[in-house]
C-alpha cells in the first residue's frame, strides 16, 4: 500500500491511500500503524479517524510536513514488518425476522430456499469491524462476498428501531439508536455497540473479528437482561 | 451543597456546550462544542473563565433561569435581548445573578446564536471527557425544564470580573459571501459543477446543530462515493445539486462528495444565518 498526504489545515493532515482497503488484514495492519503512530505523537496527536480510503490525523500543534511524511514512511515500514495481528473474536446473538413484511422476505419474494440459504451462509461468514462512523457506534462491518450482498432500500425507513441488523450493499451495521436508515433490516441483535452506562461505552476495534449466531426469541431475551451484555470473545491472531 | 440556577423556561433550542469532544470521532462520535466558537469565547472572555468553560449555546430564542445562589454571567453573539427581574441589562459585560433572581433572554436579533457564560465554566455532567450535550452520548440534547444547571459558588463580595473590549464579533458581519477552500472530493466533482459553484447564488435551506442545507440548484450529478471522513465545515455535494454543510454535531461520515471545506471563520459566520439567507460562495485567500 502507498499513502499520499492531503493537508486539510495546518493540524488535519488526510493519509490517503492508493487503494480502499478491503480485507481485515489491511485494517489490522493500519491499526497497528495507529497505535505506533500515536505513541510517536503522543500529546501532539488528539485523535486519528479511520476509513477505506484513509486516515485523519488531528494534531494540537501546527506540523511541519516534511517531518509528518517522514514519521508516517518510517512507522509504516515497521508495520508492515510484524509477524503477528493480534484481534478479539465476537459472536454477536441474531434474532432473524422471519415475518413476511420483513426486508429480507421481500428482497427474496417470498422464496424459502434462498432465505434460508442466504441465513445459513450469514451465520457461517466471518466479517470483521471495519471503521466507525455515521453514529456514535455504528460499526461498518466488511466481510460480506459479493453474492450476499444487498442494495439498499430505494426509500429510507424513516425509523429504524434500535438494535437492527442490516446489510447495506458491502456492508453489514448494526443501529446502535432509533433513526432514519436504508439498508436491508434482516433481523435483531440484543448488543449495543455503544452503551453510555457501560464501561467500557464501545468495546468493538477495527480489524475484530465478528461471527453471527442464530439465536430464538426466549435466547434473545436472556441476552438482553445479561449485566453489561457484552458478547462472548477470544483473542486471536493473523499470523505471517 | 452545590451551586445551580434552575430552568424556568428552556427557550427554542438551548444546550450546553463547552470546547467538545475530542478524541472519540474513531468511535463515531461528533465534536459537538460551540456552533459560533468566536461568540463563544468572547461570553467566557468578559469573565475571564477558561477559553473552553461550558456556557449556554441559545438558538434564537433563550431560557429563564431562576438562581437559587449568587453568581456572574455575561452574555455574547447574536444580539438578543436580557432581563434581570425584568430589569433591561447589557451584553458583553459582567452580570451579578443573586439568589432568588430571575434572568430572562428573549429573542435573538442580527444573528441566531448567543452564548450565556457563568462565572468559572457550568459544572454540569461529564459524558465522554465533555460537558457538551449531544443525544445520545449525554441524556439529553438540550436543557429539560425544571433541570437544575450548577456552577462554582460565588458570594456578593467576589470582585466583579473585569470587562474584556474586543472589537465587534466577525462571525455577525452581514456580508453574503462564504469563504471556502477545496475538499477531499474536489478533483472528483464534474466540471459542469466546478464551473457553476461561484457564480451561483444559494439560499440557505434547514439547519440545525448537525448541518445546514444549502439549496444550490446546481446540475445533477450521479457520484456515490464509499462513505468517508466528514468534519465540521465539510461540503458535500448531494446528487440532486444541492449542498449540505456537516457543523458541530454532524456525522463523523458521509456519503456524497466532499468538495469544498469552509474557512474556519466562515463555519462561525454560517452558525449565525438562519434559512433563507442568500449566499454566494468565494474561494479563501
Given at each position: 500500500m502507498n499513502f499520499q498526504l492531503q493537508w486539510l489545515s495546518p493540524v488535519q493532515c488526510f493519509v490517503v491511500f492508493d487503494l480502499p482497503l478491503a480485507t481485515q488484514y489491511e485494517v489490522l495492519l493500519l491499526r497497528y500503524w495507529i497505535g505506533l503512530l500515536q505513541n510517536e505523537w503522543k500529546d501532539q496527536l488528539l485523535e486519528i479517524q479511520s476509513e477505506p480510503r484513509g486516515i485523519l490525523l488531528f494534531f494540537s500543534v501546527k506540523m511541519a510536513k516534511k517531518t509528518t511524511e517522514k514519521r508516517l514512511e518510517k512507522t509504516w515500514q515497521k508495520t508492515i514488518g510484524q509477524k503477528e495481528m493480534r484481534f478479539q473474536s465476537w459472536v454477536f446473538p441474531l434474532l432473524w425476522d422471519?415475518?413476511?413484511?420483513?426486508d429480507l422476505f421481500q428482497y427474496f419474494k417470498g422464496d424459502p430456499s434462498q432465505l434460508q440459504a442466504y441465513q445459513e451462509q450469514f451465520v457461517a461468514q466471518p466479517l470483521y469491524a471495519a471503521f466507525y462512523g455515521f453514529?456514535?457506534?455504528?460499526v461498518y462491518m466488511g466481510g460480506l462476498p459479493p453474492a450476499m450482498r444487498l442494495a439498499r432500500k430505494d426509500e429510507p425507513r424513516l425509523q429504524v428501531p434500535a438494535g437492527s441488523v442490516a446489510v447495506g450493499e458491502r456492508y453489514v451495521g448494526i443501529y446502535p439508536q432509533v433513526s432514519p436508515g436504508g439498508w436491508q433490516l434482516i433481523g435483531q441483535t440484543p448488543?449495543?455497540?455503544?452503551?453510555?452506562?457501560?464501561?467500557?461505552a464501545f468495546f468493538l476495534a477495527p480489524g475484530d473479528r465478528i461471527l453471527w449466531k442464530s439465536v430464538s426469541a426466549s435466547e434473545m431475551k436472556y441476552w438482553q437482561q445479561q449485566y453489561n451484555n457484552l458478547p462472548q470473545s477470544s483473542d486471536d491472531a493473523i499470523l505471517l | 451543597m452545590r451551586s445551580f440556577c434552575k430552568v424556568i423556561e428552556t427557550g427554542m433550542y438551548t444546550s450546553v456546550q463547552d470546547g467538545g469532544r475530542i478524541g472519540w470521532r474513531h468511535r463515531g462520535v461528533p465534536v459537538s462544542g460551540p456552533m459560533d466558537r468566536e461568540s463563544f469565547t468572547q461570553a467566557n472572555a468578559v469573565l475571564g473563565n477558561p477559553e473552553d468553560a461550558a456556557c449556554l449555546e441559545i438558538t434564537q430564542m433563550g431560557p429563564t433561569l431562576l438562581f437559587n445562589d449568587p453568581t456572574w454571567v455575561s452574555v455574547s453573539g447574536a444580539q438578543i435581548s436580557i432581563e434581570k427581574n425584568k430589569v433591561k441589562q447589557q451584553m458583553d459585560s459582567g452580570l451579578f445573578c443573586d439568589v432568588g433572581d430571575v434572568l430572562s433572554l428573549g429573542q435573538t436579533e442580527k444573528g441566531v446564536r448567543s452564548y450565556l457564560a457563568f462565572q468559572g465554566g457550568l459544572q454540569t455532567e461529564i459524558y465522554l471527557g465533555s460537558r457538551a450535550q449531544f443525544y445520545p452520548i449525554s441524556p439529553s440534547a438540550t436543557l429539560e425544564k425544571g433541570e437544575k444547571l450548577y456552577f462554582h459558588p460565588t458570594s456578593a463580595t467576589t470582585v466583579p470580573p473585569s470587562k474584556v473590549s474586543k472589537g465587534?464579533?466577525?462571525?455577525?458581519?452581514?456580508?453574503?459571501k462564504l469563504l471556502v477552500h477545496k475538499g477531499l472530493d474536489w478533483d472528483a466533482c464534474p466540471a459542469a459543477i466546478r464551473e457553476a459553484l461561484f457564480s451561483t447564488t444559494m439560499l440557505l435551506g434547514s439547519n440545525n446543530r448537525m448541518g445546514y442545507r444549502i439549496e444550490a440548484a446546481l446540475p445533477k450529478s450521479d457520484n456515490q462515493p464509499l462513505s468517508g471522513i466528514v468534519v465540521p465545515g465539510t461540503v458535500q455535494l448531494t446528487p440532486g445539486g444541492n449542498l449540505l454543510v456537516a457543523m458541530?454535531?454532524?456525522?463523523?461520515?458521509?456519503?456524497?462528495?466532499?468538495i469544498l471545506q469552509l474557512d474556519p471563520a466562515a463555519i462561525n459566520f454560517l452558525a449565525q444565518q438562519a434559512s433563507g439567507k442568500k449566499l454566494q460562495l468565494q474561494w479563501a485567500g
Open positions: 422471519h415475518s413476511d413484511r420483513g453514529m456514535p457506534g455504528f448488543i449495543a455497540l455503544f452503551d453510555r452506562n457501560r464501561s467500557p | 465587534p464579533i466577525a462571525s455577525l458581519h452581514q456580508e453574503d458541530q454535531d454532524g456525522q463523523v461520515t458521509g456519503g456524497y462528495l466532499r
